[in-house]
């Protein structure tokens, strides 16, 4: 088709009706594919009826959206055709330019981002093409031609973002992709497919992860993928603007460079910076001199009053600058009735040769012009000038570089200031109003930077580019003046910008000296955050009627707000671009709903080293005892011959934050069979990222061996990925002949654990009897885990544990443990002489060069000694200090929104062991503490008082103050108290506003939320205990049992190990007993659950069990563990083992 040139063509079709939209599309061949279409007209021949689909947008690769179909609307055609004779030909006001906004609002611009696999050949080389689907429509078959990302489209691994822009097409529910199969190398390995829709506030994710090849998985080279509904992410719904910006008629006022937008509301609400030309080819097709730029964008919607906009360019091309002579923002009134016109103002250079070299400006409105169509159909028309605008200021910014060595930079340096009215955005800090040289050691730099009033400045952001040779840098303060109104903000930095010192970071958010507001790193304050008040208005919110993003939160049942903190490891690769959510869980098992840790302002993903905060809603679980995180676990059985098991399979899981109790992975249908991977869904403690897996076949039925190829875990929030590769059988007659397995986990290829192996000397005391012939077995714990059940079976010695002898032992290939902390020594009694003495154990570490000593001195026998089998036994190289008599408390209070103080403030610690003088915190007017939203630090010497159980907390008047007859209460959000010499962490969320008295027998008290024990107190805690165990048998007829009974108990520092309950000519567990025994161990701390069990021997095995009791001998603290079930095979739910818990 030639340019200018009016094309008719004739189609025969059925009768459609009234028409409501067209589509038109070109396949892109030929050698100038592209087509700017202005418009078209069809008429209905039967009814003599025309409609005009105008379009004014070109269908080409190269330009505009780089789309090659378009859906059309009709309009009317005063819009298209000319009212009189002295219109024909157009003129400088086209009534089509009007229009563009209101088509615009009622289409749905699509952004279509799909991911290419890492695969080996996953790109391809063919015509890709898509089709969404909708409840009301679908856009028909999309050729994807022009990336936004990438000029080599669907490579390897790569991201593409293409635009599909339809009408009406309703929720979009699924998406069909495909290629035509052309090219060197068509097939291609998909990962998924992202469709974010601005204009609905929704981003959709269509999970895929296969081949669209004919040699590859099922020959499809077309998938319809359906979203994923926990990926889907909601936001506030975007809004289209009409942007239009005039160039000045002044010598070289045109500009090659791209030119960006930000759009600002009240309450320093803004749109994203958005660049306005798409390609190099509109950049030097707009902003030319004398003329009118116009552009369609959406958005984020920054409410009814537009307070200033924020311009700059690139500084690219080669001719930059740039002479704006104003600036028009067209954008539909809330009712869709019309529209409304800013007119912001400039007149200034945007260039680094020109005026005061600045490329950004801001503005503010001068004059609104109002368009509103009223109920009889005339259009009303407004002019009015803005009132009060903010006024454009020149802030005076002084750099105080530190005067110690290294401290200047030769990088470029960057801020942004914030002001409780918006921010300035950031700003390059090129020219020193007073030297030549900038940022020098010891100097300080001023700079003149100009913005609409940001009110009261209360933050700013620094960064540098590490670019140059001497890029560290050290900033000792900030000083900002208004040159208005004169006022000034301090900022105390003291900091390095450097990737070689401190923590690393090139950028650095700092506060002004008496700023005592909330400093989250993502959200301006709590309070304006939609969470905080959606408790305040629950009472009066129907359930069933809530809907869009908040039904995620709503559940029945009181909805409070919680802050979240959120720290992402520094490990290599640690970051991620997902979402993340979690669930609540409190001590009564009450469980939220799925809570989204989502950003403001679009924001995505948690970056390495990073402490993000949230503030949000849910339900209220009372004292949270635990967070789950669901994972999604494949496993892979190997491709060999009977690699299939019918045994049951357990799982450990090892992580930085600790580990999980041994799980039973759920057998369903035909799971773990020969070359087949099985998917489940798990919910696993959070404690990753994870270091390593153990896992554990029992050896039954019918196929007792497995060839366990990896296992991979998918972190369902976040989308991380954990591989765990064995490649071998958990079998007693095949490969490693074992039914254990340990397996490091592999994050991005990277091993999170070391390898090593260890060499296990054994020395038999030298007194008679003291060898054995019984089978031995050890557990080394340390750091990193334990090493699992280790059998002592191949000694140098053929003769193993004979008396004075050393046997020595090597396990390699195993997974590090770090620095050991305890050994549990066994023997399974069997042999002619099972009874043994040992003297020691030594454990080398071959990697570190480093051996651990393990004391030991006593029998494992049942006839000699305490009668116990079972051992554990302390680290020697690990120093037990002396019980401290003396200690010092670092004390943190935070103050909550809820109401400050000027009194005094006074606390006592109530320890395991001792309770602590009154601690005075005092107020002062020269120091003063306790405000709103602030933390405030103390530390106090005192006497050691044990594990911190609870506090009591009063507010005081100072002496010969006037206390007011109306009640005044301080609010005290949280209380962190840390045991410095151990480094033991008490929380106490306390969130409770107590009232000013003037005498103390009026206090409130909190009990310890959280505690977090290091390392360092784990060790002090192992020493020797002995543990009396009292177990009560049931007056129910046959309650009592003739079965084997073992139990184990589990602490806060580990568990006893599986031991039985014997004693020497007793019938023990006879109805309505009570029978007593001592087990001696490392002290466990405290107690949190004893598991009982029965292996079923004897002629009457079942078990009424009423409950047991630990005390621990030394503290002479008892727990009770009430039971009050069965454990027989023929009775209840006919478990033979119980998990007891304490009793309330």
Not at 508 to 521: A, N, Q, V
Not at 642 to 670: P, R, V
Not at 1071 to 1086: A, K
Request: charged share 30%.
């Amino acid at each position: 088709m030639l340019r200018h040139l009016t094309d008719t063509f004739t189609i025969y079709a059925i009768d459609l009706g009234a028409l409501t939209k067209i589509r038109i599309r070109h396949d892109n061949t030929g050698n100038r594919a592209g087509w700017f279409l202005d418009r078209i007209d069809i008429t209905d021949m039967n009814n003599e009826i025309t409609y005009y689909f105008p379009c004014q947008r070109w269908l080409a690769v190269e330009e505009d959206d780089g789309q090659l179909s378009r859906e059309l609307l009709p309009v009317d055609e005063s819009y298209v055709l000319p009212q009189s004779e002295e219109g024909r030909g157009g003129g400088d006001n086209n009534p089509l330019d009007n229009l563009a906004l209101e088509q615009k609002d009622k289409s749905t611009t699509f952004s279509v981002t799909i991911k290419t696999g890492v695969k080996k050949n996953a790109g391809t080389d063919a015509n890709v093409f898509i089709t969404l689907f909708g409840t009301q429509d679908d856009t028909g078959m999309t050729l994807l031609k022009s990336s936004k990302t990438n000029s080599d489209k669907f490579e390897r691994d790569s991201i593409e973002i293409f635009t599909v822009e339809t009408l009406d097409l309703g929720d979009l529910w699924k998406v069909r992709l495909g290629h035509d199969n052309t090219g060197k190398a068509p097939g291609w390995f998909v990962d998924w497919v992202e469709v974010d829709a601005p204009s609905l506030g929704k981003c959709m994710t269509f999970p895929c992860g296969r081949w669209l090849a004919k040699n590859e998985d099922d020959g499809s080279i077309i998938r319809d993928l359906f979203h994923a509904e926990l990926q889907t992410r909601l936001y506030t719904p975007f809004v289209p603007y009409e942007i239009t910006l005039y160039t000045s008629d002044v010598f070289a006022a045109g500009t090659d460079a791209n030119i960006f937008i930000i759009i600002y509301g009240c309450d320093a609400v803004c749109t994203q910076q958005k660049y306005l030309c798409t390609n190099k080819r509109e950049q030097k097709q707009f902003f030319e001199r004398k003329s009118a730029s116009r552009f369609i964008v959406e958005l984020e919607d920054v409410g009814e009053i537009i307070e200033k906009i924020r311009i700059g360019h690139n500084n690219t091309g080669m001719n930059p600058g740039w002479h704006c002579s104003h600036v028009d923002i067209r954008r539909l009134l809330p009712d869709k009735d019309g529209a409304e016109t800013l007119t912001f103002p400039c007149d200034r250079w945007l260039a680094t040769s020109e005026d005061d070299k600045k490329t950004i400006r801001e503005l503010v409105p001068y004059d609104i012009f109002t368009e509103k169509y009223m109920k009889d159909g005339s259009l009303r028309q407004v002019y009015k000038e803005v009132e009060e605008p903010l006024d454009i200021v020149l802030y005076s910014v002084q750099i105080f570089t530190g005067n110690i060595p290294g401290a200047g930079t030769d990088a470029k340096v960057y801020i942004t200031i914030y002001g409780d009215l918006g921010d300035t955005g950031e700003r390059y800090l090129g020219k020193s109003e007073n030297r030549t040289n900038k940022f020098e050691r010891g100097t300080a730099d001023t700079f003149i930077i100009e913005a609409a009033d940001l009110g009261v400045i209360y933050k700013i952001k620094l960064r540098h580019d590490n670019s140059k040779w001497c890029a560290d840098w050290y900033v000792e303060k900030v000083e900002i003046w208004n040159d208005t109104n004169e006022d000034e903000f301090l900022f105390l930095c003291g900091r390095w910008l450097s990737l070689k010192k401190e923590d690393g970071r090139l950028e650095r958010l700092f506060y002004e000296k008496e700023y005592t507001g909330d400093r989250s790193s993502n959200c301006s304050s709590p309070a304006d955050f939609w969470e905080i008040a959606l408790s305040s208005k629950m009472a009066d919110v129907d359930i069933s009627t809530v809907t869009g993003p908040m039904a995620d939160y709503v559940q029945e049942g009181p909805i409070i707000p919680y802050y979240v903190s959120v720290t992402t490891g520094k490990h290599k690769d640690a970051a991620t671009d997902s979402r993340a959510f979690i669930f609540l869980i409190g001590e009564d098992d009450e469980r939220s709903k799925r809570i989204w840790l989502d950003y403001p302002r679009g924001k995505r993903g948690f970056s390495r080293g990073s402490v993000e905060e949230f503030y949000v809603a849910g339900l209220d679980v009372g004292i949270i005892k635990k967070i789950e995180v669901l994972y999604e676990m494949t496993v892979w059985t190997g491709d060999v011959v009977g690699g299939g098991t019918d045994s049951n399979i357990f799982m450990t899981l090892y992580g930085i934050n600790g580990s999980t109790e041994e799980m039973q992975l759920d057998k369903k249908k035909a799971r773990f069979e020969r070359e087949q991977n099985d998917t489940f869904i798990m919910e696993i403690l959070d404690i990753a990222p994870f270091t390593k897996m153990r896992i554990r076949i029992d050896g039954l039925g019918s196929r007792p061996e497995w060839f366990l190829e990896r296992i991979l875990l998918k972190n369902m929030n976040t989308g991380d990925l954990t591989m765990f590769y064995y490649g071998d059988w958990l079998s007693q007659r095949k490969g490693k002949k074992t039914l254990v397995c340990e397996m490091c986990a592999v994050i991005d290829e990277e091993e999170m654990m070391e390898w090593t192996s260890y060499t296990v000397a054994v020395k038999t005391s030298d007194i008679l009897g003291a060898g054995t012939d019984a089978n031995v077995f050890i557990i080394i714990f340390g750091e990193n885990g334990d090493s699992g059940t280790l059998a002592l079976k191949q000694s140098a010695n053929w003769n193993k544990f004979e008396r004075n002898n050393t046997d020595t032992f090597n396990f390699p290939d195993m997974l590090s443990l770090g620095h050991l902390c305890k050994l549990r020594v066994w023997h399974d009694n069997k042999g002619i002489f099972p009874g043994w003495h040992l003297s020691y154990v030594d454990v080398k570490d071959n990697s570190r060069d480093e051996t651990f000593h393990f004391q030991c001195d006593c029998w494992l026998s049942k006839s000699e000694g305490d009668g116990q089998t079972v051992r554990d036994f302390a680290c020697a190289n690990n120093k037990i200090c002396d019980e401290l008599e003396e200690t010092t408390y670092e004390i943190v209070i935070e103050t909550g929104n809820g109401g400050e103080t000027r009194e005094n403030v006074w606390l006592i610690l109530e320890g395991r062991k001792n309770r602590s003088k009154e601690f005075l915190m005092e107020n002062s007017s020269r120091q003063r503490a306790f405000r709103k939203g602030t933390t405030d630090t103390f530390e106090f010497d005192s006497i050691y008082l044990g594990d911190i159980a609870s506090l009591c907390v009063g507010h005081l008047a100072r002496e010969d103050r006037f206390i007011p007859k109306r009640e005044l209460a301080w609010h005290v959000k949280t209380i962190t108290i840390t045991e410095m010499e151990y480094g033991n962490v008490y929380f106490f969320n306390c969130d409770c506003l107590i009232p000013l008295k003037r005498k103390r027998k009026y206090f409130k008290v909190f009990e310890v939320t959280k505690t977090t024990e290091s390392f360092a107190s784990k060790v002090q805690s192992l020493v020797p205990v002995k543990y009396e165990v009292i177990v009560t048998t049931g007056y129910e007829p046959g309650a009592g049992t003739d079965a084997n009974v073992f139990v184990t108990i589990f602490g806060a520092n580990g568990d006893t190990g599986k031991r039985e309950l014997k004693q020497k000519m007793r019938n023990l567990f006879e109805r309505g007993s009570t029978d007593r025994f001592f087990l001696e161990t490392l002290e466990l701390g405290e107690l949190r659950k004893v598991r009982l069990e029965h292996d079923s021997s004897g002629y009457c095995s079942g078990w009424l069990v009423e409950k047991v009791e630990v005390t621990n001998t030394s503290t002479g603290v008892a727990t009770i563990f009430n039971c009050g079930r069965w454990l027989d095979k023929k009775r209840g739910d006919g478990l033979t083992w119980r998990d007891l818990f304490p009793s309330v």
